[in-house]
C-alpha cells in the first residue's frame, strides 16, 4: 500500500475519533487539571465553604458567592502552605476581591473548606 493512502486511511480514523470525542465530551462538564495548582484550586472550589466567625465579622460582605468569584482567579503560594497534613491541609491563596489584592487562609478538610483569614494585600 502506498504512503499516500495509509496517510489518507490515518488521516480519516483520527478525525472521525475527534468528532465522536467532540459529541461525547459536549455538555459535561470535564476538564484537565495537570498541574498542582490547578487541581488545589479545583479541589477547593468543589467542597462546601465556611467562612470563621472573624472573617464574617470584619467582612460581612464576603460571603461564600465572593469566595468563589476569588478563586477563579487565585493562585495558590505553596511556600506559604502546610501540606504535608493528613487530616486537613492549610492554604494560602493569593486572589483579588473588589479590584485589590487579597491574601486568604484556607482550611481544607474532607468535605469542607474554612476561610480562617482574609487580609488586603
Known amino acids: 500500500m502506498k504512503l499516500f493512502y495509509r496517510l489518507g486511511y490515518y488521516l ?4 472521525l475519533g475527534l468528532i465522536i470525542l467532540t459529541f461525547v465530551f459536549s ?3 470535564t476538564t484537565c487539571n495537570y498541574g498542582p495548582e490547578a487541581r488545589v484550586i479545583g ?5 462546601k465553604v465556611v ?3 472573624l472573617v ?9 458567592l465572593a469566595y468563589h468569584q476569588a478563586l477563579q482567579k487565585a493562585s495558590v503560594n505553596f511556600g506559604a502552605s502546610t501540606r504535608g497534613l493528613d487530616s486537613c491541609k492549610t492554604y494560602q491563596l493569593q486572589a483579588y476581591w473588589q479590584e485589590k489584592p487579597i491574601l486568604l487562609q484556607v482550611l481544607n478538610c474532607e468535605k469542607t473548606v474554612t ?3 482574609l487580609n488586603f494585600h
Open 12 to 15: 480519516v480514523g483520527f478525525s
Open 27 to 29: 455538555g459535561k462538564k
Open 43 to 47: 479541589d477547593l472550589a468543589k467542597k
Open 51 to 53: 467562612i470563621a466567625p
Open 56 to 64: 464574617k465579622e470584619l467582612y460581612p460582605n464576603f460571603d461564600s
Open 115 to 117: 476561610l480562617e483569614s
